[in-house]
């Protein structure tokens, strides 16, 4: 029997339409799943998207007031992808109308706001879900189950980074994500808190860390009615407002099981155009992954392997998840199609009524490295990783 979920978001900009193409091919790709997404209502405050979201995606309806989302009946998942300052709000009506949530990273515009979305959550009892998509690379679930395997030995080493380019362009516009009034922390919460994710979902939870910022481009040229986006240029001789957030988050780590390693994350870096990437080290061997590279495993297991050096792991249909959007060993899967198996797997766990990995807990676990960070780079110490609480 099919399972229908009916499906309202919030946001249509790039990432609320990934979103969407995800919902649809779920049924193409994952037939076997037996869940159809239903779209039942988008909303967005650009009637042109709404437009956009109804006439090219399937929305049924679509209207400015995320409000009239929350209060239909046939719509059982809220998905977040607006702005991180609205996140707080939308979440916690969700929540409270017992709505399942699907939000976008970062979950709160700073860390105490994801304890309170959490506790609303908890309350409420409803299944959440977050967007820590690269998780969901075949080749990353298939290097997480060597490492729960033992494969590596004892783990000793992990250096993990997020570099991305999307700032490197000193005219890139002042947009929101620019500003911490409007999207809390900058890198620490735009693609760190995809590095911290990673890092714990591989080798365990951080115990202790010492972390440093930096604003490497202090001011921008100001936005423009329909200019607006970071992706966006202005002129040499525009008007110039600063930049509120950091551009650079870097620190030393050590987990709770002794291993140590690095995290670092800038989004105005020449030379990476989106590496979010790690390299881990053990007792036995070793692996590295990068997202620009998604396809492409290095391994090196000297035991197993009989050779004593790296060997380059092709993704293929034989690891999770990609024989039902490719065939055969060596083709290629993107982006979008990791978002499409973190949105199935989202939906299995609405539709069978379970606790979702990662949800609000999981962000909130890594909300609280992120918390330890700025306490590092304000204090310039050490700083234990403690549990943040909504009452914090």
Same mark, same amino acid.
């Given at each position: 029997?099919?399972?229908?979920?009916?499906?309202?978001?919030?946001?249509?900009?790039?990432?609320?339409?990934?979103?969407?193409?995800?919902?649809?091919?779920?049924?193409?790709?994952?037939?076997?799943?037996?869940?159809?997404?239903?779209?039942?209502?988008?909303?967005?405050?650009?009637?042109?998207?709404?437009?956009?979201?109804?006439?090219?995606?399937?929305?049924?309806?679509?209207?400015?007031?995320?409000?009239?989302?929350?209060?239909?009946?046939?719509?059982?998942?809220?998905?977040?992808?607006?702005?991180?300052?609205?996140?707080?709000?939308?979440?916690?009506?969700?929540?409270?109308?017992?709505?399942?949530?699907?939000?976008?990273?970062?979950?709160?515009?700073?860390?105490?706001?994801?304890?309170?979305?959490?506790?609303?959550?908890?309350?409420?009892?409803?299944?959440?879900?977050?967007?820590?998509?690269?998780?969901?690379?075949?080749?990353?679930?298939?290097?997480?189950?060597?490492?729960?395997?033992?494969?590596?030995?004892?783990?000793?080493?992990?250096?993990?980074?997020?570099?991305?380019?999307?700032?490197?362009?000193?005219?890139?516009?002042?947009?929101?994500?620019?500003?911490?009034?409007?999207?809390?922390?900058?890198?620490?919460?735009?693609?760190?808190?995809?590095?911290?994710?990673?890092?714990?979902?591989?080798?365990?939870?951080?115990?202790?860390?010492?972390?440093?910022?930096?604003?490497?481009?202090?001011?921008?040229?100001?936005?423009?009615?329909?200019?607006?986006?970071?992706?966006?240029?202005?002129?040499? !001789?525009?008007?110039?407002?600063?930049?509120?957030?950091?551009?650079?988050?870097?620190?030393?780590?050590?987990?709770?099981?002794?291993?140590?390693?690095?995290?670092?994350?800038?989004?105005?870096?020449?030379?990476?155009?989106?590496?979010?990437?790690?390299?881990?080290?053990?007792?036995?061997?070793?692996?590295?992954?990068?997202?620009?590279?998604?396809?492409?495993?290095?391994?090196?297991?000297?035991?197993?392997?009989?050779? !004593?050096?790296?060997?380059?792991?092709?993704?293929?249909?034989?690891?999770?998840?990609?024989?039902?959007?490719?065939?055969?060993?060596?083709?290629?899967?993107?982006?979008?199609?990791?978002?499409?198996?973190?949105?199935?797997?989202?939906?299995?766990?609405?539709?069978?009524?379970?606790?979702?990995?990662?949800?609000?807990?999981?962000?909130?676990?890594?909300?609280?490295?992120?918390?330890?960070?700025?306490?590092?780079?304000?204090?310039?110490?050490?700083?234990?990783?403690?549990?943040?609480?909504?009452?914090?």
């Amino acid at each position: 029997m099919t399972k229908t979920i009916g499906i309202g978001l919030v946001g249509f900009g790039w990432m609320g339409q990934a979103h969407s193409r995800s919902y649809r091919s779920i049924p193409t790709y994952f037939s076997d799943y037996r869940i159809t997404p239903r779209l039942v209502a988008v909303s967005d405050t650009a009637p042109d998207r709404v437009d956009l979201a109804m006439s090219n995606f399937g929305y049924e309806t679509g209207v400015a007031d995320w409000r009239e989302l929350i209060e239909r009946d046939d719509i059982d998942v809220i998905d977040i992808t607006a702005p991180n300052g609205l996140h707080r709000e939308i979440a916690e009506a969700a929540a409270a109308a017992g709505k399942h949530i699907f939000c976008e990273k970062p979950v709160g515009i700073e860390p105490k706001e994801t304890a309170a979305m959490q506790a609303a959550a908890l309350q409420a009892g409803v299944i959440t879900g977050v967007g820590y998509n690269y998780r969901w690379a075949p080749m990353v679930q298939y290097a997480k189950s060597l490492i729960d395997e033992k494969r590596f030995g004892g783990l000793t080493h992990y250096r993990g980074r997020f570099f991305t380019m999307y700032g490197r362009d000193r005219l890139g516009l002042l947009s929101w994500r620019y500003r911490q009034e409007e999207a809390g922390y900058g890198a620490l919460s735009d693609i760190m808190s995809h590095a911290i994710d990673m890092a714990q979902h591989l080798c365990g939870p951080i115990r202790r860390l010492v972390s440093v910022k930096e604003i490497f481009v202090k001011d921008r040229p100001l936005p423009r009615p329909g200019n607006q986006t970071h992706y966006e240029r202005g002129e040499s !001789d525009d008007p110039t407002g600063p930049v509120t957030n950091e551009d650079y988050v870097g620190a030393l780590v050590e987990f709770a099981n002794g291993v140590r390693g690095t995290l670092e994350a800038d989004r105005s870096i020449f030379g990476p155009q989106s590496s979010m990437a790690f390299e881990l080290n053990g007792s036995k061997g070793a692996m590295g992954w990068d997202h620009e590279k998604l396809n492409q495993l290095q391994l090196y297991l000297p035991e197993e392997q009989h050779n !004593d050096g790296f060997v380059e792991v092709l993704a293929g249909d034989t690891f999770p998840h990609q024989g039902h959007i490719v065939p055969g060993g060596g083709n290629s899967i993107g982006y979008e199609d990791m978002k499409m198996i973190e949105a199935l797997e989202f939906l299995r766990s609405v539709a069978e009524g379970r606790p979702h990995t990662p949800g609000f807990d999981v962000a909130l676990a890594n909300a609280s490295v992120a918390a330890a960070m700025v306490r590092s780079w304000e204090s310039g110490a050490w700083q234990d990783v403690t549990s943040l609480d909504v009452d914090d």
